[in-house]
């Protein structure tokens, strides 16, 4: 089992769509970060959450951080095709430095 | 600022032989390294943690014999895939944290290794 679920695991919907990325777990983590990768490439960091309740904006990117960090959501407004790729997300558990990943999400936007 | 470079980015080999992929965090020091492995459209997942000046701890499942890490400086880790055979073929990744920043993981671009 996956100590950070992440869903929905693939996701295609047409440009201007809105969209939403959960990851839930049952583990408190110190820190939630989201990612996304491009084919043949490396994760890309988007944002870090660290505080229990936090919203983060990143232009159409709206990320939120849960009350008792445990899970995490990643909310796009208004889809464009260059959002399309891979996003994860990866906890920091309080103890140790390892980050803890999601399975992903595949996201393709249609024009 | 915080850039990991990873090398070689494509690599080719023979069943049998070893490869060494190198991780180097270019303008920050990292006592901790991360090494990943990547089945296409997945997730990542964790391999070894690296750590400066001491030996890696590897995950559950990783082989220690087959996948080398050697982390003798601050700035370099490598990964050594020995004896590699096609199901080694995938998609390797390493990240450096940086000392001093909460949360700082930077990843290298990532290594396509693909055992003929």
């Known amino acids: 089992t996956q100590l950070l679920e992440q869903s929905p695991q693939f996701l295609s919907i047409q440009e201007g769509e809105n969209l939403t990325v959960y990851c839930n777990s049952s583990s408190v983590f110190s820190s939630l970060q989201w990612y996304r990768q491009e084919p043949g490439e490396g994760p890309v960091l988007l944002v870090t959450?660290?505080?229990?309740?936090e919203v983060k904006k990143l232009k159409r990117l709206t990320f939120q951080f849960g009350d008792a960090r445990k899970d995490s959501s990643l909310h796009i407004t208004a889809a464009q095709p260059g959002d399309t790729g891979l996003y994860l997300c990866a906890g920091g558990l309080e103890y140790g430095n390892k980050l803890v990943f999601g399975a992903g999400t595949i996201l393709r936007v249609k024009s | 600022g915080a850039v990991v470079s990873q090398h070689p980015s494509r690599v080719i080999c023979k069943s049998g032989t070893s490869v060494k992929i190198e991780c180097r965090s270019l303008d920050f020091q990292a006592t901790t390294m991360f090494w990943y492995r990547q089945f296409p459209k997945q997730s990542l997942m964790l391999m070894a943690t690296s750590n400066e000046g001491s030996k890696a701890t590897y995950e559950q499942g990783v082989e220690k014999d087959k996948f080398l890490i050697n982390h003798a400086s601050l700035t370099l880790s490598t990964l050594t895939v020995t004896s590699a055979h096609p199901e080694d073929s995938s998609f390797y990744i390493c990240?450096?944290?940086?000392?001093?920043?909460?949360?700082?993981?930077?990843f290298g671009s990532g290594t396509r290794l693909t055992v003929v």
């Open positions: 990240s450096a944290r940086r000392m001093q920043v909460n949360y700082g993981y930077t």
């Open positions: 959450v660290v505080t229990g309740g």
